[in-house]
């Protein structure tokens, strides 16, 4: 499957439902994906081999992620492009609304982070 940001998607669980994305101009799910909106409307010059490889916008969320000087959160070292369904949990908030965050659709950058010396982990995900 070619994609803009030369991911390869091969191994991919969704990719069966998947339009992909040079097919769908950046939309494989009908929403947008957050590395193909960002190579296209930035271009591979933006980033140093290629946006799956070597993404300036990947260093700079793990700059920043890794920014927020957590305690006992690990450093993060690499993002995944993940789709929404995938990291959108509900919550029911006070009032018993359940809701969520992200759109089941879109395709985000995030990794599940391991907490120093536990078996929790943080959730990161950025748009």
């Given at each position: 499957?070619?994609?803009?940001?030369?991911?390869?998607?091969?191994?991919?669980?969704?990719?069966?439902?998947?339009?992909?994305?040079?097919?769908?101009?950046?939309?494989?799910?009908?929403?947008?994906?957050m590395l193909a909106k960002c190579c296209s409307s930035k271009g591979f010059e933006h980033c140093d081999t290629s946006c799956s490889k070597d993404c300036k916008l990947k260093k700079q969320l793990i700059k920043e992620f890794n920014a927020l000087q957590i305690d006992d959160m690990e450093e993060v070292k690499h993002l995944n492009a993940l789709k929404g369904s995938f990291v959108n949990l509900e919550y029911t908030l006070p009032g018993g609304q359940v809701i969520k965050f992200w759109d089941d659709n879109k395709i985000y950058l995030g990794n599940q982070i391991c907490k120093n010396n536990s078996r929790r982990f943080y959730g990161l995900t950025a748009d």
């Amino acid at each position: 499957m070619k994609t803009i940001c030369g991911a390869d998607c091969s191994e991919c669980a969704f990719k069966e439902n998947c339009g992909g994305c040079k097919t769908t101009n950046g939309h494989p799910f009908g929403k947008s994906c957050m590395l193909a909106k960002c190579c296209s409307s930035k271009g591979f010059e933006h980033c140093d081999t290629s946006c799956s490889k070597d993404c300036k916008l990947k260093k700079q969320l793990i700059k920043e992620f890794n920014a927020l000087q957590i305690d006992d959160m690990e450093e993060v070292k690499h993002l995944n492009a993940l789709k929404g369904s995938f990291v959108n949990l509900e919550y029911t908030l006070p009032g018993g609304q359940v809701i969520k965050f992200w759109d089941d659709n879109k395709i985000y950058l995030g990794n599940q982070i391991c907490k120093n010396n536990s078996r929790r982990f943080y959730g990161l995900t950025a748009d």
